[in-house]
T-cell receptor
Framework: DAKTTQPPSMDCAEGRAANLPCNHSTISGNEYVYWYRQIHSQGPQYIIH???NNETNEMASLIITEDRKSSTLILPHATLRDTAVYYC?????????????FGQGTTLQVKP | KAGVTQTPRYLIKTRGQQVTLSCSPISGHRSVSWYQQTPGQGLQFLFE???????NKGNFPGRFSGRQFSNSRSEMNVSTLELGDSALYLC????????????FGQGTRLTVV
């Protein structure tokens, strides 16, 4: 019952920007969009999250549409080490806690 | 600051046995969540603990249980192991507020034979 839809796979040339889309058309007003990535059976790594404003950190930028029904994760200069499965997650919250509902994610292959 | 520590990293058990996995969260974090990852089902939420209380529970049978101690360390237990319980079990810790990120450990790889 994932609340997000992502393309199963994408390729990106090394050094170019990787733009990973995500649809979350049923998102509620107080639900955050989170992005994680997982490199070959390691634990998922937190990338970024946001509510409605665009966010940027040292790893990536998150662009959320005005209606909040979709978002895009941008890796500005992809490297081979960015090859991973990227998960877009809507965090379901209850009080101060929340669970992460993972979909199938997007497998990003960065090519030299 | 140390990250999330899960022990053991690898485990092999026989069908019918039980197993206990341990998770030490990041210092100061009060919320611990557990996830199961299998090739067929992907990452699935098991349960979440906050201040020693179970706050959320996923759709898993009662053979899967957990607890959290006063120091926020958590354990999960699986009884009467089945072959299908073979998976990577991941623990995530967070401060527990609504909009804070969760940090994952490296997981425990359980193989049931």
């Amino acid at each position: 019952d994932a609340k997000t839809t992502q393309p199963p796979s994408m390729d990106c040339a090394e050094g170019r920007a990787a733009n990973l889309p995500c649809n979350h058309s049923t998102i509620s007003g107080n639900e955050y969009v989170y992005w994680y990535r997982q490199i070959h059976s390691q634990g998922p790594q937190y990338i970024i999250h946001g509510l409605k404003n665009n966010e940027t950190n040292e790893m990536a930028s998150l662009i959320i549409t005005e209606d909040r029904k979709s978002s895009t994760l941008i890796l500005p200069h992809a490297t081979l080490r960015d090859t991973a499965v990227y998960y877009c997650i809507v965090r379901v919250t209850s009080g101060n806690t929340g669970k992460l509902i993972f979909g199938q994610g997007t497998t990003l292959q960065v090519k030299p | 600051k140390a990250g999330v520590t899960q022990t053991p990293r690898y485990l092999i058990k026989t069908r019918g046995q039980q197993v206990t996995l341990s998770c030490s969260p990041i210092s100061g974090h009060r919320s611990v969540s557990w996830y199961q990852q299998t090739p067929g089902q992907g990452l699935q939420f098991l349960f979440e603990y906050f201040s020693e209380t179970q706050r959320n529970k996923g759709n898993f049978p009662g053979r899967f249980s957990g607890r959290q101690f006063s120091n926020s360390r958590s354990e999960m237990n699986v009884s009467t192991l089945e072959l299908g319980d073979s998976a990577l079990y991941l623990c995530a810790s967070s401060a527990g507020q609504r909009n804070t990120e969760a940090f994952f450990g490296q997981g425990t790889r359980l193989t049931v034979v």
